[in-house]
């Protein structure tokens, strides 16, 4: 499953703290993504995410978890993708929080199944970013140097650019794909059309589309076609 997270090109972002009718949800499972991620910033507990899975796995396709919250933590995904959010003020989003899971799991994890993601949280005014503390006040270089710190120091086998609700610099996207060597570059943030989700494609190997799927479905579902 990890080699096949390398060949995803388009990812849904569901969020258990929002609600989505069946529909809605079917639309979604069989709109040709290549797989469905479930995270969130807040209001995500072990029981919503549970219904959400559940949910999702009437579906044949890849079904990740992006852990926030250890608490949450569910088990049935076929991935974990775990953030270490690189450009944060406190420690605790880089490594603490990480070590505290496994210090209270270690014994049950499957470490087969985890992918550490070497986030960088560009967008000041997102949840993630009051959240995590992070400085985001990066220019192109700064965002690079980062990214290379995942890529090349840590061997982290993902980056991520989290502009979480706002659409990013596409230049920055570009420059940072540019530079990377080995990892996987997910971008994520305000894609909301075909025309975002063609920009972003363009310059990221994976993109991932979240809150324009609880906005306009059918902006959403159009995003599809950006990498099909």
């Keep these: 499953m990890k080699e096949m997270l390398k060949s995803w090109r388009h990812v849904f972002k569901l969020d258990p703290d929002r609600e989505m009718d069946e529909q809605s949800l079917n639309a979604v499972c069989l709109s040709g993504t290549d797989a469905i991620m479930v995270g969130g910033s807040t209001g995500v507990t072990y029981e919503n995410t549970v219904d959400l899975l559940s949910r999702i796995r009437r579906y044949e396709l890849p079904c990740v978890q992006e852990v ?5 933590i569910v088990p049935g995904f076929d991935l974990y993708m775990i953030p270490m959010v690189l450009n944060s003020s406190d420690p605790s989003w880089i ?3 990480q070590q505290q899971a496994i210090d209270r799991y270690g014994y049950m994890i499957p470490w087969e199944l985890l992918v550490t993601e070497g986030y960088i949280v560009l967008n000041p005014d997102s949840a993630v970013a009051h959240l995590t503390g992070a400085n985001t006040l990066l220019d192109t270089s700064g965002t690079i140097a980062y990214a290379q710190v995942a890529d090349k120091l ?3 086998p993902v980056v991520y650019l ?10 920055t996207v570009r420059a940072v794909h540019h530079k ?10 305000g894609i909301k059309d075909l025309h975002t989700a063609k920009e972003a494609a363009a310059v990221s190997d ?9 906005e306009d479905l059918d902006q959403a579902l159009q995003t599809v076609l950006a990498v099909k």
């Design 68 to 72: 926030s919250d250890m608490e949450a």
């Design 95 to 97: 490594v603490g929080h």
């Design 154 to 156: 840590m061997s982290l």
């Design 162 to 171: 989290e502009y979480s609700g706002t659409f990013g610099d596409m230049e």
């Design 180 to 189: 990377l060597t080995s990892a996987q570059l997910i971008y994520g943030g």
């Design 206 to 214: 994976t993109i991932v589309v979240g809150n324009i799927i609880y």
